[in-house]
């Protein structure tokens, strides 16, 4: 609850931007209709189990919408409504929405969802606690030692056997050569949550164009129906001034909603697969009781349960309708190939960028609260000092695969632009796939 799922804009849905079109022209027609019911699968799930489990978790029903406002997106929309209909998706171009501005064309998908997922998560937390199983939190996994009974080794060497592991760490930390750190694309994007004086529509909303907004509302504790915006998507570690990207969503919420207080604003990181379909099932074909799922995107809601839902299967012995679509192993196409190379290339690109930055700030000359790259010795380096004044300097290479780390203002972190690892002030880590901390070169 503290990665990604509690930093989302938490909508349920099988409408994924203008996706199918895509789909259909790069996996085909039957695998584009198997991916949207893979989403509306894991949708009915998650109503089902806060159903059953009874559940308050602000779940309501909302119609998605994908919306443009050139003539060039009308156009890339009405092309999606003819995959809606090859597909059978439920929905359409529609005429109908409720945004305080005009559109040149918008296309939804009736009855998906929205809810608050930590609310969600923390039930269910309760309902496992009640079937004693144990649940080990603040213990970092670091590496996973294969075999018919693999087992987890945590930081403080301690270990876990089982049958079965599941790697559901958002980047997969180890990857018994399944090449995933040059096969996952990770981006950073920003949400904002706004009182807003002007009217909220129902639904939830993304539009074609840049920059990219994503809207819904939500109701707080107090009954207040509040704007929720989320947006401006950059490649993960390569932006230093992020708390622009926050002021530009207030910008949009006060300009089109009078959302001029924020009450609250976050970042998360979203992994993207080279084809667009999640990578769910055994790591490699060598490794049949070692899982990953991983890459959903922003999609993490629905590809999230049904990926629980594959892998479940999986680990039963029982055939998954799903498995297929999602195996990690599956062939990628020369399109797919191209992508990688370019993956590649923007990674190589990155590390040797860094090695070249030739910054000459000091640590001394930072003001409180300001982290940067410095010069220490002669070296790249870096600094953050604190409001008392303290200043902390780790070294900027990355533990996972040595590429240089940016700062990142907004969030107060050293991130990396290669596979989108993070680290505090002090070089802990925050987010994998690195599992080591930097190397302090103060204290
Ligand atoms: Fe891979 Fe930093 S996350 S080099």
Redesign the pocket.
Known sequence: MEGTTGYTTAKITSQHGLIYDQLIRTIGEAKARHYYQANEDGLQLIDDIRKTNDIECDFSKQDAYVYGVTEEAKRDIYKEAEAYEKIGIRGGLTQEVELPFSVTAAIKIKDQAQFHPVKYLASMLRFLKEKNTPIYENTRAVDIEKGSRPRVITRDGHFVTSDHIVMATH?PFKDFDGLY?SRLHVERSYSIAARAEGALPDGMYVNVEEPKRSLRHFVNEYGEKLLLAGGEGHPS?QKENTDKCYEKLHDYAKEYFHGNEVTHRWSSQDLTTLDNIPYIGPITKNNPNIHVAAGFAKWGMTNGTIAAKVITDLIRGKASPYADLFSPSRNLSFQHVKSFTKENAD?AKE?IKGRLDRRNRKPEDLAPGEGSVVRLKGKRAGAYKDEAGKISVVDTT??????E?NWNNGERSWD??????RFTTGGEVIE???TKPLKKLSD
């Open positions: 980047f750190f570690g990674t590390y990355c533990t996972h695969m040595g590429c780390l990396c632009p290669c596979h989108g690892s994998g796939p690195a």
